[in-house]
């Protein structure tokens, strides 16, 4: 149980772009879900806390014009990185806590963006 | 503030020693307290918490950590290393009042045949 999926595992795409990141919950009600940003050899930097059906809490420095995050429904959140430049390629997590056990958050396999 | 300090960049042990990977907290109230792997371009995999109850608290794949109130600290343990244990582990705080994790920097665990 408590599996999250996260598409696609890969994009390449040209600066100017955006690109759209996928996360969901194969098995449980994910009330809360998480956005990560990792650097190469670094920790996780939470970028923003989603609640389904209301507005992102966005992390100090982070810009949520350029990450706009839907979370449209319980098993479900997005994340759009808008008119991407290379600085924001990273390895990007998702990460979901439910109903159940609301104290532990299970991560998605990470999304790695590289923008040309 | 929370923080979490993993003061080791590093562990080498041989397969079939024991290892141990420090972990300390800093937080206001209560801890919860967990630990997370990851392997090499994934995401975290999800090993034990501690949120309440026994300070030793056991996981998966053998591991175990123990929760030191006094020392505040939360190490991961395993009585024997396998080489395919060899991978990046986070340790992470939060509170009862705040669904934030807040990360270590990481221990790379490198278990040698």
């Known amino acids: 149980g408590a599996v999250v999926s996260q598409h696609p595992s890969w994009v390449i795409c040209k600066s100017g772009t955006s690109v759209k990141i996928e996360c969901r919950s194969l098995?449980?009600?994910?009330?809360?879900m998480f956005w990560y940003r990792q650097f190469p050899k670094q920790s996780l930097m939470l970028m923003a806390t989603?609640?389904?059906?209301?507005?992102?809490?966005?992390e100090q420095g982070v810009e949520k014009d350029k990450f706009l995050i839907n979370h449209a429904s319980l098993t479900l959140s997005t994340l759009t990185v808008t008119s991407a430049h290379p600085e924001d390629s990273s390895f990007y997590i998702c990460?979901?806590?439910?109903?159940?056990?609301?104290?532990?958050?299970?991560f998605g396999p990470g999304t790695r963006l590289t923008v040309l | 503030a929370q923080s979490v300090a993993q003061p080791e960049d590093q562990v080498n042990v041989a397969e079939g020693n024991p290892l141990t990977v420090k972990c300390t907290y800093s937080?206001?109230?209560?801890?919860?307290l967990f630990w997370y792997v990851q392997y090499p371009n994934r995401g975290l995999q999800f090993l034990l918490k501690?949120?309440?109850?026994?300070?030793l608290v056991k996981g998966s794949y053998g591991f175990e950590a123990e929760f030191n109130k006094s020392q505040t600290s939360f190490h991961l343990k395993k009585p024997s290393a396998l080489v395919s244990d060899s991978a990046l582990y986070f340790c992470?705080?939060?509170?009862?009042?705040?669904?934030?994790?807040?990360f270590g920097t990481g221990t790379r665990l490198q278990v040698f045949p």
């Open positions: 990460s979901a806590a439910g109903l159940a056990g609301a104290d532990t958050q299970y």
């Open positions: 098995d449980f009600q994910a009330t809360t």
């Open positions: 989603s609640n389904e059906g209301s507005k992102a809490t966005y």
């Open positions: 937080v206001s109230g209560n801890p919860y």
């Open positions: 501690y949120i309440t109850g026994d300070n």
């Open positions: 992470a705080v939060s509170t009862a009042t705040t669904d934030k994790l807040i």
